[in-house]
């Protein structure tokens, strides 16, 4: 809770649901009749059909759409709902946080009647993929080195299921990761850099050389030389996925 009382500020001017991206996700949960949002931040991607948003942050809650669903102050680990308690339950971005990856995961399958779906990250295609990571703040890759979950591992702690790709828009508006990864002046924000929890919880002084490094390459064209065949694609896979399982 407290992470996302400090992170979360900025969350409602950055982190804004990209429309590609949630027609995805809604498509993920299928036809189901209503949908707890697990770890649901500010309400981003959340279908008509939510009954209940779960968020720990109460700095998160207040940014809430005035229209949204109503959101309680609990944990993934240990949900106040009871057994079977909506169709479906979402969980996008967050599991990463969690303090008790099990329990949590545990408490979604007893909550839901029939779907999960989780939106999470490949880290080992992150890193090989992504340029910032890989080619100028290595430290924040190694934070995230620390609390990534291997897809396989969700999965078989989800009893099973199936991983769908998410390629991200080259003008993304929601600013998570790796959003700007064909507008990388933005990084060089540090009111972008606010809503990104890698780069949020690595020291300035850790990722400073690696933006001053940016910062130079961009000024020099050599960053436009380097990635000029990303310039010219209009979505690209760097290890976001969706899980997807029915129980």
Known sequence: MATYDALGTTYARTRQPDSRIAAQIHAALGNVTDVINVGA?????????????????????AQRPQRSAPAVQAVAENLPLR?????????????????????????????????????????????????????????????DDARAIPTDHLLDLLGGGRQEP??????????????????????????????????????????????????DDLRTNRWHTRHAELLALETIDVGYRLLVTDH
């Open 83 to 143: 057994d079977n308690a909506a169709d479906a339950v979402m969980a996008l971005l967050t599991v990463h946080h969690w303090t008790d990856l099990t329990a949590g995961i545990s408490e979604l399958r007893r909550v839901a009647r029939s779907r999960i779906v989780i939106l999470t990250w490949d880290q080992h295609i992150f890193r090989e993929r992504f340029w910032l990571v890989r080619d100028y703040l290595p430290e924040a890759a190694a934070f």
């Open 41 to 61: 931040g500010t309400g981003s991607y959340e279908p008509p059909r939510t009954v209940l948003a779960i968020e720990p942050s109460q700095v998160m809650i």
């Open 166 to 215: 998410v390629w991200v828009p080259h003008d993304c508006t929601d600013g998570f990761g790796a959003a700007y990864w064909r507008r990388p002046h933005a990084y060089l924000d540090p009111q972008v850099r606010a809503g990104i929890s890698m780069l949020a919880q690595t020291s300035e002084d850790t990722i400073t050389p690696g933006l001053t490094q940016l910062a």
